[in-house]
């Protein structure tokens, strides 16, 4: 990250709403009112470039500049970009933090495509930004059966331990950069918005780890400014913001894109918060979250998005309907972590799917148990090995439901809990049988500290296959036991292989699954 880069985010203070696209292709939007400042020169792209949701014929692409500016986009099959088709995008002003995201459309299907992006300036017509230049990969039609490579993990600078130069940066989104992902599943926390970074902690051998820091990053978040500059902090780091130039991205929100363990309706004790009221905490952090990140316009975090005949990817959303963390015991249909509606479409939609594989991803892992305090649970299970009880009941709904219509290929990816497991889940060991056996894949933290492994509830007959766990909680990403998970799925034969990786790409743990047989 450039020292301009840097100097832009403190100046613009990371004022206002969110980053708009009007409706078609082209997008819209009236200019707003000129702001308080007039940066000389040429407009400057200040966090890079970004591309999220690539379906079969569209993508998003995001960047962000340092004065309101009209934003747009060429896309083309050629790297250098010859006979790119233009796409003007909308303007980029204070009341979306002069953030944008433009929807392409009429893209060819599998293939990889090149992507600038400049903004021209709304005070001299003709005046553009230094482009900025991206790539990206097209899914295959419904039907295709091309091979599908993708990368998964979680949890993003957290715990005190942020950008440290003298420790190689977030070097973990390089590792992932070299696999040549055709996308990348962001499983929630994104960013910490309730962890406070310090310049320097003495790590348990004596050396110094040495964060960069921004005033957004020095307190816990609370207005809509601080919550933008977690988003604009994690992109300081020149791993992060290559990789997300190159690789689409699938992003879900868990809890610290808020604050640890939120639900709504909470109201909080936590001193260093002036704000107590988690719903509006909630509202500028999502608000924080769509301006930044590169997820649908009509802000919908859980949906399904199909990579030709082999893969559906159902991204889940476990917080937006989260009942409060309590005991998880009772037996009450209608609560849960996903809510009827939500509940009710991944049960149609798992149905209605004929990909070979239906990866569920979650933000919360489903066996394991994931205490919110003393006998008060955050997750799906709570310990108890018994029959479903608490938000239990709505996954053995939906996969009894599943079981009963026939889907087959259901596998699980989630992260969380900062560190990588592989659990197989089996009805022959579990305390109901009304399902049919699948795997969870667990990995992360990305850059964050290493806690684990916690205890697996015997509710669905999970058995912990691998576990790669830190010695210690909060284990700092200078002594490794960071983790992403990489899947291939071959378009021929339907085989699903996982490897589960360290932060420098090496295997630690392999297993390939065989097409499922109806």
Known sequence: MTELD?????????????????????????????PAWRPSGRPVLTHGVQSGDATADSALVWTRAD????????????????????????VLDPDGDFTGTVRLRGLPAGERLHYRVTVESLDRHGLTSEPLTGALTTAPR???RQDVRFVWTGDIAGQGWGIAPDFGGMSIFRAMRAT???????????????????????????RIWRNLVTPE?????????????QYAYNLLDEHLRRFVAEV????????????????????????????????????????????WVPTPLDGRVYRRLSYGSRLDVFVLDMRTWKDPNDGNTYADPSRGLLGRTQREWLVRELTRSRATWKVIAADLPLGLVVPDGPGTQEGVAQGDPGAPAGRELEFAEVLRTAHRAGVTGIVFLTADVHYSAAHHYDPARAAVGDFT????????????GAFGPNALDGTFGPEAVFVHAPPRANTSPAEGFQHFGEVSIDGRSGAFTVHLRDR???????????????
């Not at 929630?188 to 004596?206: I, S």
Request: glycine letters at 10%; charged letters at 25%.
């Open 504 to 518: 420098d790409g090496r295997s630690l743990w392999a297993r390939t699954l065989p097409a499922p047989t109806r």
């Open 142 to 144: 419904e039907h295709d």
């Open 248 to 291: 689409p991205q699938v992003n879900q929100w868990d809890d610290h894109e808020v604050l640890n363990n939120w639900y709504p309706g909470e109201i909080l004790t936590d001193e260093r918060y002036t704000e107590r009221r988690v719903d509006v905490l909630a509202a500028r952090a999502r608000q924080a979250y769509r301006e």
């Open 67 to 90: 004065r309101p500016g009209r934003m747009l986009v060429e896309v083309s099959r050629r790297p250098d970009l010859r006979g790119a088709r233009r796409v003007t995008g909308p």
């Open 437 to 448: 056996p699948f795997w969870e894949f667990v990995s992360g933290p990305a850059h964050a």
């Open 6 to 34: 840097r100097r832009t985010v403190l100046r613009a203070g990371l004022v206002a709403g969110a980053g708009v696209v009007g409706g078609g292709l082209l997008g819209a939007g009236a200019a707003p009112a000129a």
């Open 217 to 229: 990053k020095s307190k816990v978040a609370e207005t809509l400014a601080e919550y933008r500059g």
């Open 180 to 206: 040549r992902p055709d996308f990348y599943l962001c499983s929630g926390d994104n960013v910490y918005a309730d962890g406070p970074l310090t310049e320097t902690v003495t790590l348990p051998d004596g």
